[in-house]
C-alpha cells in the first residue's frame, strides 16, 4: 500500500544527545515536510522540502537538520541545540505542482527527553 | 499573508446531530483545501480536498462545500457517531506558490453517546 513511514514510534533523548527521526514515502510525492505538535498548538512548520538535495528551513528550524538525498526518504536530525525538543513530530508529502495536492501524513513520532 | 482560521475551537454534540465545522481564510487565491481529521496520539487523516473550482466534495457522511470569495469552507457531519470524536483541521496552500501549507488550529469535537 503507498503511504508514509514514520519510525520510530516513541523515542527517548537523552539531554545533549542527537536523535534521528526517520521518514519514507513511497507515493511518489516531490514535496516532503516535517512538522512540530504540542498541546494546544497547531503545527508548526520546521524544515520542507521541494525536491532531492534541496530544503528550506519553516518556522521553527532552528535546534533542527535534514537530508534530502532520495526522493523517497526525509529523515530529521534533532541536535543538542534544540532546548525543547520533546514534542509529537509529524511528516508530510505532496505534490504541491498539482491543484489536486493532497498531502498525506505518518502516524507521528514521539520525542521525550530523559 | 494568508491565515486560516477554524470556529468553534470546541464541539460538544449528542450522537446523531447534524453539524457544521468552519474553516475561513483571508485569501481568496487558493489552488485547494483540504480537510483532516486527528485522533489523540496520531496523525493526521486526510478527508477531503477541494479544488478551487469545485463547490462541495462528499465522502461517505462527510460533505465539504468552499466559496472563495467569501473565503469559507465547511464540513458538514451528518448523523454524527462517537467514534467522529477527533480534532478536525482545515489547510490551504499558501498563495501564490502552493509550496507550504498554512494550518487552522483545529476543531475538537466530541460526540456523546
Redo the contacts between chains.
Sequence with gaps: DGGIT?SPKYLFRKEGQNVTLSCEQNLNHD?M?WYRQDPG???R?IY?S?IVNDFQK?DIAEGYSVSREKKESFPLTVTSAQKNPTA?Y?C?S?N??H??????????T?LTVV | KQEVTQIPAALSVPEGENLVLNCSFTDSAI??L?W?RQDP??????LL?I???QREQTSGRLNASLDKSSGRSTLYIAASQPGDSATY?C?V?NAG?????I????TSLAVNP
Excluded: I
Design positions: 514514520q514535496a515536510y498548538q497547531g503545527l512548520l520542507y521541494q519553516g509529537f509529524l508530510a505532496r504541491p505542482g491543484l489536486n495536492s493532497e498531502a498525506f501524513f505518518g502516524q507521528g514521539r | 489552488y485547494n483540504q483532516f496520539g496520531k496523525g493526521l487523516t486526510s480536498l479544488q478551487s473550482s483541521l489547510a496552500p506558490n502552493n509550496r507550504k501549507l494550518w487552522g488550529l483545529g
